[in-house]
């Protein structure tokens, strides 16, 4: 007679602790420099978002603040009637009476500005989701999504800082980095459009949303994500080309 072996049971496997995100500085320098670092995170462990959002919102609050020292209200209230009377803006006031309210002017501005920060994040989330999720049969998920368009929009932050660096050192408003600076004054809704999308920010823009996206569903090609991006992109900036051009022959009519 045989005498039964006691069977024990093995203790159950450790559950693994969910990976903690990398340091902000350090995804904030891999943003620019290996963003899959960043982005492959995100399929399965955490999903930061916020910091790289308050990063670009301080850094605008700084930018805005040393304003007055390089531009002042008075320049910044000929710029801007400049454009409201391209737009056909009647009853325009004086630049002098824009002026007095111009720090009441960008507190308010900073604040909508600050509120876009925000919101494009999900904005941008939504898209890519719409993009790899509907398209393309991947993930449908917003969160991870999100994360991957705060990080990407440092770049717009980078551009930001250097057209406004740009227009302190010059003394200057109307400063681009687009193409539109190649097409003389009045490009055409249609040209304007496509020079405002020929922007080497946006273009490395659009590549970090697609990347990221891609990264998220493994997936090994996002250059057909780009296209789909920079259609879209070009859309919307062809659509606010029109926008403008019924405006002024609405306003010119009058």
Sequence with gaps: ????????????????????????????????????????????GPTPWLGPVLVSVAVMAVLMALRPLFI??????????????????????????????????????????????FLRVFLAGAVLAAVFGLLMGGRTALRPYAAVASHAFLVSTLGFVVVTALQYASGTLDISLDATLLMGDQPGPVLEAVGHTLDPFLLWLVA???????????????AGAAAILLGLQLALMMAMSLAGELLKARAAGQ
Aim: charged share 15%; proline share 10%; glycine share 8%.
């Design 1 to 44: 007679m045989s005498t039964p072996v006691l069977e024990i049971a093995a203790p159950p496997a450790p559950t693994q602790a969910a990976a903690r995100p990398a340091p902000l500085a350090s995804r904030i320098a891999d943003t620019f420099l290996a963003p899959t670092r960043v982005f492959e995170p995100f399929r399965e």
């Design 72 to 117: 002042s209200n008075l320049q910044m209230a000929e710029f801007a009637l400049q454009k409201m009377g391209e737009m056909g803006s009647p009853n325009l006031p004086s630049a002098e009476e824009m002026a007095s309210r111009m720090g009441v002017q960008s507190v308010v501005g900073g604040v909508f500005t600050a509120a876009w920060l």
């Design 208 to 222: 970090l949303l697609a990347l990221g996206g891609a990264t998220i569903n493994r997936r090994r090609g996002w």
